[in-house]
């Protein structure tokens, strides 16, 4: 874990969706006890497949919806559900999400000026008129769209998809945040234009100073762009370490499944198969269990705790095979760091 502060923090989250119709009701675990934390400038990935749980995870940091249990953390403060409008502004003022869909994510019947504008005048950060304008031209240019000012006056559907990401990049940086949340920000994008897309938010992290939570389902698009890389599956971190330890000595199985299907083609590695389904809230066992090639009995009788590796301070796992007394390393139990 970094040895700085975190910023944002996840303390043991979970979230519990209830379907309820005229015959049945059923429960669906998206999260389970998630712990992650990020420091200020930090850039964490989060990876898993479609279904694991990383969306759910963005929205929560993103506060369009609430946690069903355990707490989040801003700025050395837990963040209230029951929070008024102003706190609630203030905190997606300093935490701004950029979505996946850049043909979505933008009202068609709206201008370039007015999606870039509207959070400056939200949050009352420049005065209508002139000076309004020339900061929305700015940010154009800060993302890449030259000049500015040709690209105020276009709507969506006359700019390409990479240029309407941008639109949304823009629109995320106008407020000044703190974190940004990029939900697989590249997925929707052309190939050649993804590379483009990272190394543009890897740029406004150095110039911005901001921090991130960069959600991806390929391993290689994650060491690009991540100092530390945290896999999820069925709502559960199963492995967490610095990009670099990550890729050089995954432990969980799982892991190393998504390693094995990461291409060298950044941000378009694929996933390791389709939309995975609820999981039963009944089962007591490790969620990897039905796909694990190394699964024991207790895999199916237990959940693995997430344990620190002894020799490498940073890194997590949850496996019970990791702690399997015949194992040549040893773990310890233990919460977070942070």
């Keep these: 874990m970094s040895s700085s502060p975190p910023l944002i923090e996840l303390r043991n989250v979970s979230k519990v969706f209830v379907n309820r119709s005229l015959r ?6 998206a999260l389970r006890e998630v712990s992650l934390t990020i420091a200020r400038g930090e850039v964490l990935a989060l990876v898993g497949e479609s279904g694991s749980g990383k969306s759910t995870t963005a929205q929560l940091l993103a506060r369009l919806t609430h946690p069903s249990g355990g707490e989040i953390w801003f700025d ?3 963040i209230n559900r029951q929070a008024g409008a102003r706190e609630l502004r203030q905190y997606r003022r300093r935490v701004q999400m950029i979505f996946q869909d850049p043909f979505s994510s933008l009202n068609a019947v709206h201008t370039v000026g007015y999606h870039v504008g509207r959070p400056l005048a939200i949050h009352r950060l420049v005065p209508p008129g002139r000076a309004l304008a020339a900061q929305v031209e700015t940010l154009l240019e800060t993302v890449g769209l030259h000049p500015g000012r040709e690209f105020v006056s276009k709507f969506p559907h006359q700019l390409s998809g990479g240029q309407r990401q941008r639109v ?3 629109r995320a940086l106008a407020p000044n945040p703190d974190v940004l949340i990029a939900d697989e920000p590249t997925s929707m994008l052309d190939v050649s234009l993804r590379l483009d897309v990272m190394n543009l938010l890897l740029d ?5 100073k901001v921090s991130m939570l960069y959600i991806t389902h390929d391993l290689s698009g994650a060491n690009y762009m991540a100092d530390r890389i945290a896999v999820m599956y069925r709502g559960t971190i199963m492995e967490e370490a610095p990009a670099d330890v990550l890729m050089k000595d995954p432990v969980h199985p799982y892991t190393r499944l998504l390693l094995d299907a990461s291409t060298a083609d950044f941000g378009n ?3 390791v198969a389709g939309p ?3 999981l039963d809230p009944s089962s007591p066992g ?8 190394s699964r024991m009995p207790v895999c199916s009788e237990t959940r693995p705790v997430s344990a620190w590796i002894a020799d490498e301070a940073e890194h997590r796992v949850s ?7 015949e194992s040549p390393k040893t773990g310890r139990d233990a919460q977070p760091k942070v």
């Design 24 to 29: 049945q009701r059923s429960v669906v675990y």
């Design 76 to 78: 050395g403060r837990a």
């Design 168 to 170: 949304g990049i823009a």
């Design 204 to 208: 406004l992290r150095t110039t911005r």
């Design 269 to 271: 590695g694929p996933s």
């Design 276 to 278: 995975l389904g609820a």
């Design 286 to 293: 490790c969620p990897f269990y039905p796909r694990c090639p």
């Design 319 to 325: 496996c019970h095979r990791y702690h399997d007394a």
